[in-house]
C-alpha cells in the first residue's frame, strides 16, 4: 500500500504521523474485534460523509447513497439467498430420485416433474407414468421381482457413495469451512471474532454445491441450517461492495445478522420466524434498524423463492398443512408428553453426539474423514432402503406425517376401515379404525425412529454440510405420528371412557394424528435448539393460524425445561465450547460474588503487566517488549514507580508506527526516546531525535477498579463488546482483563457450582 | 420500619452498619433508576436463594416457587388484561348503541346482540327487529321523519356530552394519571424512571371506566394505546404479589415490558404483533428471558378475551378480513402513493397537535380541561351525526372499509350496478360500474377524511384516555378505500390502456378495494408512530396470509421514508420531549465529536464539584454540605488537593447512616472524623469518636477519562442504564456526567444541526 505521503516527498516528517496510519483497524484472523472502537470508525465516516456532503451536489449525492447502500445489499442478500435456496431444492428433488431411476423423456426432470409434465394424470398417480423408469427397467427390463429389487438396492447405495464421497472430496481440497452447520461458528463470528475465509466465495460455492450433494446421498442430515451459512456467506459477498460494511467489522455483522435471517426464511419460508430466529438464537448485536433490514431481506428472499416456485404448488412452506378439526384440552397430556420426549431426545443427542465428536476429536478417528463419511452413508444406506419410510427423502417423511388424513389419500398411513354407509364428504371424515396399512405403518415408523435416532447422532459433526432441523424433526413428527394414532385408536375404541367421553363422541372426528406429528416435531426441534419464540413462530407461520399455537407452545415449553434440567446448553452453545470459541453468551447469567481483581492478570506471583512508561522508554526497549510478548496493545503509565494510567496503545499500531518512523524520519534510531505526552520531555543534549507516538493512544481506554463485581465486569462485555478492560485503583494500575479471561473464569465458576442452574 | 438491631438492643454498635440500611433501595418519586446496582441486588438475592436451598427441603420448594413466580405474574397479567379487554368490548358496544337507542328485551343488550337473540333473522337484517327501539320510537312513537331525527339528533349530543363529562371529571377527580394514551409515560418508566402512582391501582379502575366512557361518547379517539396502559397497571398490581418484582425496580421493568406486549396482543388480537411492538417500541432493556415470557403473557391475554368473544364471530382479530383476488405489481404505484399519504398526514398531525398541545400547556387553555372536553365532545356530536360514516364508532367504520365487497354485501360501499346476465359467484365477482350508492358514499367519506383530520388533531392530548391508532387507521382506511374505488373505476372504464391491459382483463376481479384501505391505515399509523416490522407484523396477523404482506410493507416503508424526511420523532417521542422526560432513546444515534470533558459538570467558572474527602471531614462538614446540596450522590477523593478518585457516596445512604449514627452510636457528634477507609485515620488524642462509613461506599463507581467521546459515554449509559458517570484522567477525578447532562447535550447538538438527520 502507497501511502501518500511517501509520493510527496517528506514535507514535515513529525506531521505524517498525524495522517491515518495504512492498514490500521483490520484485525488478525482468530481475533476479537472492538465494538466500541468499530462504531466510531463508522461514526467518524459518517460525519465525514455529512459535512461533505454539503459541500456539492456531487457529494451529496454520494452521501445519500451511501445511506441507501445498507437497503442495496439487503436486496441482493434476498434475491441471491433466494435463488440459491430455490436451485438447492430443484437440484436436490433431481439427484434423490436419480438414486431410484431416470427420466426418460428428459432426463434432468424429477420423479414428480417426469410424469406431472408427460401427461395430465390425475393428482394420486403423480408418481406412476411410463417416461419414470426404474433403473432396474431401464438395466434388464424388470420393473418388480427379487433381482430388481437387488439391482436397485445395489444402485441406491452406489448412488449414495458417489454423492457422499464427491462431497466430502470437495469439502477436503477446496473449502474446509463448508463442513457442519456453521451456524455455532456464525454465532461466534457474530459476537465478534474474526475468522477469515469462513465466509469467503469458495465457501459459499462449495457448501451450495455440496449441499446438494449430502442431502441427495439420503444421509440423515436438512439443508436448513446448512442454508443459513450460505445466505450469510452472500452477505459477506455484498458486503464487499460497499466500503460502509467491507472496512467495517462492526457494520459487517448487522448485515450478517439480516442475512441469517433471510437463510431461515428460505429454509422454512417463514420470513418472520427467521427474523425472530436471529435475534434469538444467532444474533449479537442487534439494533432495532437491523430488525427492519432483516425483515426486508426475509421477505425478499421468500418472495424470490415462491417465484422460482421449486415445490411446484406456489406454497411458500416447506410443510404446508390444513387441519379440519380443532384440539380439545385433554389433548394436552399427550402433547405435554411429546414436550417431555423432545427434551429427552434433545439431552441425549446432545450429549451423545457431543461425546462422538470429542472422540473424533482427540482419537486416530479424526484422521479418516472421508472414509468416516462412506461408512456412514453407507450404513445409512444398507438399513434406509428396505423401510419406505427411510427410503424417502427426509422432508418428504415429514410432509407426510403432517398430513391429516382427507378422503382422498392414498398413503399407508391413511389406510384405515371404512364404515360403507358412510356418506363420505371430503374433510370431514370422522375417526375410524386402523386398517393394516396403518398397523404395517406403525412398526415401519417405529424402526425409522431407531434408526434416525441413532445414526444421526453419528452422522451431525462429519466433514460435510449437515443440518440438524430435518432429522430432529423427523424424529419428533415420527413419535407424534404414532402416539397421535395411539390416541386416535384409543379414543375410538373406548368413547365411553371419562376421558374421552366429554368432547370426543363417536361419529365425530377428533383426534387429528397429523397435528400431534407436528406438534412432536416442535418439541424435539426445541429440545435440541432450544429456541423458543422463533420455534413456535416458524411453526405458526407454517400452519398460518393461531389455533395451533397452544398446542405448540406447551409442547415447545415443557421440551425447554425438560431440556434445560440436564443442562443448559443447545446443542449450538455445545459445539461453540467443544470447538473453545471464545463466545460471551447473552443468555447466561453470571451469578457469582467474585470481584475484577479475582480476575484480572496478573495474577498473584505472576510477573508484572508488561506497560509502557509515558516518555522514558526507547524504541529499542519498545521493539523488544512486542518481539518477546504477544499481547495485543499495551497501557501506558506515567512511570513504573507510579503505575498511573495514561491511556492504551494497540500493539499492530506500534509496530506500524516505529516501522513508519523508522523508514523516515531523521534521527529516529535504536535510542530513540519514544513518548506518549502532548510535549516532548526533557532530553539529554547529545540524545537522538525523539519519536512523538500521541496520536496512536487510546486516552480513553476502558477501566473498572478492581472492587468492581464480575457480573458488572460480564455485564460491561457483553453489552460494550469490549476486547480488554483495564483494572485500576484509584487511577493506578493494577492489572488487565481481557476477553478470554472473563471466558475462563466464567468456565471455572460453571464448574464449581453446576446446581445453581436450576433456579434460573 | 423496624430495623431488626433495634429490637436486639445496641450490640456491636460499630458493625451494625454492616446490616442492609433500612429503606435503601427505593428510589424517589421522579427520580432514575441504576439499572446496574438493581440488576447486582437481583444477583444478590438470588444467591441467598440458591444457597438457602440447599438447606432444606422447603427452603428448595421456595426457591422453586420464586423461580416460578415469573410465569405466575406473566398468567395473572394475560388472564386480567384479556377480561379486561373482552369486559370494554362489551361495555362499550352497548353504550355507543345506547346513544341512538335502548333494546326493550333487556336493556342491557347492544343493538346487535339484541336483534340476534330475539329470533333467528338472517344475517343482512341483523340489524332491523321490533326489540330495539330508537330514542324517538320509544319517546314520541315516530321512529322516522323530521322530528323524529331532530329528537334522535339531540339524545344522541346529550348522550355523548354526559359521557365525555363523566370521564373526564373521573380522570379529574381520582386518577389524573389516567389521561392521554399512556405509552410516552410508559416508555419513560420502561427506560428507568420512577413515576409513583402512574401504574397504580386507581390509574387501573378510573383509566378503564372512563376509556369505555370516551370511546362511547363517540370521540375520535381508540382504546388501543390505553389498553397498553391498563394492561401494564395491571403487571404492576402483580408485581406487588412478589417482592422479587415489587422491590426490584429493575426485574418489576420486564413484568411492565411483557404486560406491554399483552396490551397490544388484545388490542388487535395479535399477540405475535404485541411482543414486537414490545421489543420495538416501548421496552427498552428487553433480555430474551422476557421475550419469551412477553410472548406468554400476550398468548394467555389473546386466548382469555377470545373465550369471552366480545365480537360474537369467535374470532380474536378486530378486523377480520379475506380477499378474494391477488394484487398486481402495477398496483404498486398506488400504494406507494398511499404510503407517501400515510408520512405527509403523520408529519402534519405530530406538527399540529404538539403545537396545539404546547399551546395548551402555557396558555390559559389549560386551566379549563372539563370545558374542552366537553366542547370538542359538542363539535365531534354535531358534525359526526348526519354523516352515516362519522356516526357508528370508528373501529365499525374500519371494518366497513377494509371489507371486500362479497356477493351478499349490502353496504352502500358496495352498490356496484350488476350485469344481469352475470351468473352470480359468492367470491368471485368480476369488477363492475359504480352505483349511485357508491358515489354517495365517495363525498360522505371525503368529508368524513377532512373531519377525522382535523378533530383527530384537538382529541389526542385532552384530560382523557385517548388512543392514536384507531383514528389513525381510519384516516388511512378512508383515503384507502378512496383511492381503491378510484383505481377500480378507472381500471374497470379503461380496460385498454397499457397500464392496465397487461393484468386487468374484462369481467375480471382486479381491484379489491378493501385491500387499499388497509393499506392507507398501515400507511397513517406507520407515519404517526413510525412502528415498522411490528406493525406489518399486526397488520399480518389481521389478514392471516403473506400474500399481502409486500404491499403493506412498501406503504410502511414509504410512510416511514417520507415522514422521517421531516422530523425523526414519532408521536410518542414527540410527547416525550414536549413533558420533558429524561428518556434516553435507543433509537437516536449520537454522532457529534464532543468529548467527555465538554458535557461533565462542573463547567468552567462554575464552583470545583461537592466532594467528600476519604478522612479529613467532620459529620458536621457533611451534613452542611447535603443541606445546601441536592446531588444524589458524592464522589469521594482521598484529600482535597490530590483529588484521586476512592468511591462513590449515595446521598440517601450518608443521611440514613449519620441520622442512625448519631441516634445510637456513643461519641459520635457533630465534629466527628466520618472516615471511608479501611482502618481509622491517626487522630488527635481528644477528639471525639469517629465515625466509620466504608460500608456505604460503592468501591466502584463507573469512570471514564476526559478524553472519552461522547458517542461513547451516550452509548455507556444507554446501553448500561447508568445514573451518573465520573470523570477522571489518570485517576485525578475532574467532574460528573448525569443522566440528564447527556440527555441536555444530545438536545443541543440536535438543535446545532439538524441537517445530519437526512443520512441516518
Not at 450469510?232 to 460494511?245: H, T
Not at 403432517?402 to 392414498?410: R, V, Y
Request: glycine share 8%; proline share 5%.
Amino acid at each position: 500500500m502507497v501511502n501518500e505521503e511517501e509520493m510527496n516527498g517528506s514535507g514535515n516528517l513529525m506531521d505524517f504521523l498525524d495522517e491515518p496510519l495504512p492498514d490500521v483497524g483490520t484485525y488478525e484472523d482468530f481475533h476479537t474485534i472492538d465494538w466500541l472502537r468499530e462504531k466510531s470508525r463508522d461514526t467518524d465516516r459518517h460525519r465525514k460523509i455529512t459535512s461533505k456532503s454539503k459541500e456539492s451536489l456531487f457529494e451529496f449525492i454520494k452521501g445519500l447513497l451511501d445511506a441507501w447502500s445498507g437497503w442495496v445489499v439487503m436486496l441482493l442478500i434476498g434475491l441471491l439467498a433466494g435463488t440459491l435456496a430455490g436451485v438447492i431444492d430443484l437440484a436436490v428433488d433431481w439427484m434423490t430420485d436419480l438414486k431410484e431411476g431416470i427420466c426418460l423423456s428428459a432426463f434432468w426432470y424429477s420423479h414428480e416433474q417426469c410424469c406431472w409434465r408427460s401427461s395430465e394424470t390425475p393428482f394420486e398417480d403423480r408418481y406412476k407414468c411410463p417416461q419414470w423408469q426404474k433403473w432396474s427397467e431401464l438395466m434388464v427390463g424388470q420393473p418388480e421381482g427379487a433381482s430388481a429389487y437387488i439391482l436397485n438396492y445395489f444402485l441406491y447405495i452406489l448412488w449414495a457413495l458417489t454423492f457422499a464421497f464427491l462431497a466430502v472430496s470437495l469439502v477436503r481440497v477446496f473449502a474446509p469451512y463448508a463442513c457442519g452447520s456453521g451456524i455455532p461458528e456464525i454465532k461466534t463470528i457474530l459476537s465478534g471474532f474474526i475468522i477469515r475465509g469462513y465466509l469467503g466465495k469458495w465457501t459459499l460455492l462449495i457448501k451450495t454445491v455440496t449441499l446438494v450433494l449430502v442431502v441427495s446421498s439420503g444421509l440423515s442430515l436438512g439443508k436448513e441450517g446448512p442454508l443459513v451459512h450460505v445466505a450469510c456467506c452472500c452477505g459477506n459477498l455484498f458486503c464487499s461492495l460497499f466500503s460502509k460494511y467491507s472496512k467495517n467489522e462492526g457494520k459487517r455483522r448487522e448485515v450478517l445478522s439480516a442475512a441469517a435471517a433471510a437463510g431461515v426464511s428460505v429454509a422454512f419460508g417463514a420470513p418472520i420466524g427467521g427474523v425472530l430466529f436471529s435475534l434469538e438464537e444467532v444474533s449479537y448485536y442487534f439494533p432495532l434498524k437491523t430488525l427492519w433490514r432483516s425483515f426486508f431481506a426475509a421477505l425478499v428472499a421468500a418472495f424470490t423463492l415462491r417465484s422460482i416456485n421449486p415445490f411446484g404448488n406456489s406454497r411458500l412452506v416447506l410443510f404446508y398443512v390444513e387441519y379440519h378439526t380443532p384440539w380439545y384440552m385433554a389433548e394436552l397430556f399427550p402433547f405435554i408428553l411429546l414436550g417431555v420426549f423432545g427434551g429427552l431426545w434433545g439431552t441425549l443427542f446432545i450429549r451423545c453426539n457431543i461425546a462422538w465428536c470429542r472422540r473424533r476429536k482427540t482419537t486416530r478417528l479424526g484422521k479418516y474423514p472421508v472414509l468416516e463419511v462412506i461408512a456412514v452413508t453407507a450404513i445409512t444406506a444398507i438399513i434406509a432402503y428396505p423401510n419406505p419410510y427411510t427410503r424417502r427423502s427426509t422432508s418428504e417423511l415429514i410432509s407426510e406425517l403432517f398430513n391429516d388424513c382427507g378422503a382422498l389419500e392414498s398413503s399407508q398411513l391413511c389406510d384405515y376401515i371404512n364404515d360403507p354407509n358412510m356418506t363420505r364428504t371430503v374433510d370431514d371424515i370422522p375417526d375410524r379404525p386402523a386398517g393394516p396399512g396403518v398397523y404395517t405403518a406403525m412398526w415401519q415408523l417405529a424402526l425409522a425412529l431407531i434408526f434416525k435416532i441413532i445414526i444421526t447422532i453419528f452422522t451431525f459433526g462429519m466433514k460435510i454440510p449437515s443440518g440438524l432441523f430435518i432429522p430432529s424433526m423427523a424424529v419428533g413428527a415420527i413419535a407424534g405420528r404414532m402416539v397421535g394414532i395411539g390416541v386416535e385408536q384409543l379414543a375410538y375404541h373406548n368413547h365411553d371412557w371419562i376421558i374421552f367421553s366429554s368432547w370426543c363422541r363417536p361419529g365425530a372426528d377428533c383426534v387429528t394424528p397429523g397435528l400431534y406429528a407436528m406438534v412432536g416435531a416442535a418439541a424435539c426441534l426445541g429440545g435440541v435448539t432450544r429456541m423458543t419464540v422463533s420455534l413456535v413462530v416458524i411453526m405458526f407461520e407454517l400452519t398460518g393460524g393461531l389455533e395451533y399455537i397452544v398446542p405448540l407452545m406447551a409442547a415447545a415449553v415443557t421440551s425447554k425445561w425438560v431440556a434445560d434440567a440436564f443442562g443448559k446448553e443447545g446443542i449450538y452453545e455445545a459445539h461453540i465450547h467443544l470447538n473453545g470459541y471464545p463466545f460471551l453468551d447473552v443468555k447466561d447469567e453470571f451469578t457469582h460474588r467474585t470481584l475484577a481483581t479475582d480476575v484480572m492478570r496478573p495474577r498473584r506471583g505472576e510477573p508484572p503487566l508488561s506497560v509502557l512508561t509515558q516518555d522514558s522508554m526507547t524504541v529499542e526497549d519498545i521493539e523488544t517488549l512486542i518481539k518477546e510478548t504477544d499481547y495485543n496493545g499495551f497501557p501506558v503509565v506515567v512511570s513504573k514507580d507510579s503505575e498511573r494510567l495514561i491511556g492504551f496503545a494497540q500493539r499492530r499500531e506500534l509496530i506500524l508506527a516505529i516501522k513508519n518512523a523508522r523508514k523516515r524520519q531523521d534521527g529516529v534510531v535504536s535510542n530513540s526516546i519514544l513518548y506518549f505526552t502532548e510535549d516532548q520531555p526533557e532530553l539529554p543534549t547529545n540524545s537522538p531525535h525523539p519519536l512523538k507516538l500521541r496520536r496512536i493512544l487510546n486516552l480513553s481506554p476502558f477501566t473498572v477498579t478492581d472492587h468492581t463485581p464480575m457480573e458488572t465486569v460480564v455485564d460491561i462485555f457483553r453489552k460494550l463488546g469490549l476486547r480488554q478492560c483495564l483494572v485500576t485503583r484509584s487511577g493506578r494500575l493494577l492489572g488487565i482483563i481481557t476477553k478470554k479471561d472473563v471466558l475462563r473464569h466464567m468456565a471455572q465458576m460453571a464448574n464449581q457450582d453446576p446446581e445453581s442452574i436450576m433456579f434460573n
